[in-house]
């Protein structure tokens, strides 16, 4: 295990902003997924609401690991776009050992439609989180997009 890995797992504000920090770079730059992978705690899953092709919402679950290994791959060799993340809000609850946090992000495809506040899409992350064994693991990282359907309620649009 990297030292510098566990300063970024400390506190729930850094492990979050470390979650979006990892994931940016420009198309075909090798992200640290190892990093990536030592967010989570090893039974964690990212869980999304994706449209299918009926236009219907449904959950889909992937590990971690396979996230790496399929979209991880398609950010390392496939992609044509930059990818880059940024939270615009978060409120963020915790008791105990146990955090949770809500955390509205916008996505972007160049440095430049970050800098001109060009998204081209914004997700609200539900963030389960645990303190164990002397640092924090996101436990599982629930989202769904911002549609007109759904929009983003006040209280998750700035950091709390």
Known sequence: MKEEYLKSVQTIDDLITAFY???GGEPGEKRDWDFFKFLFH??????GYEKDINRNFRLQWIHPNDYVERIGYWFDNTRETAFY???IGRVVE????IGHAFSHCEAFHSKEDMANNKPYKQ??????LAYYQDRWWIV???????TPEFPVPDKYKKIQ
Not at 94 to 97: E, I, K, L, M, P
């Open 85 to 87: 993340e940024r939270e």
């Open 123 to 128: 997700d609200v992350k539900s963030i389960q």
């Open 140 to 146: 599982n990282m629930f989202w769904h997009g911002v």
């Open 42 to 47: 090893p039974q964690a899953y990212k869980i």
């Open 21 to 23: 920090a990892c994931l």
């Open 94 to 97: 915790s008791y105990a050992n």
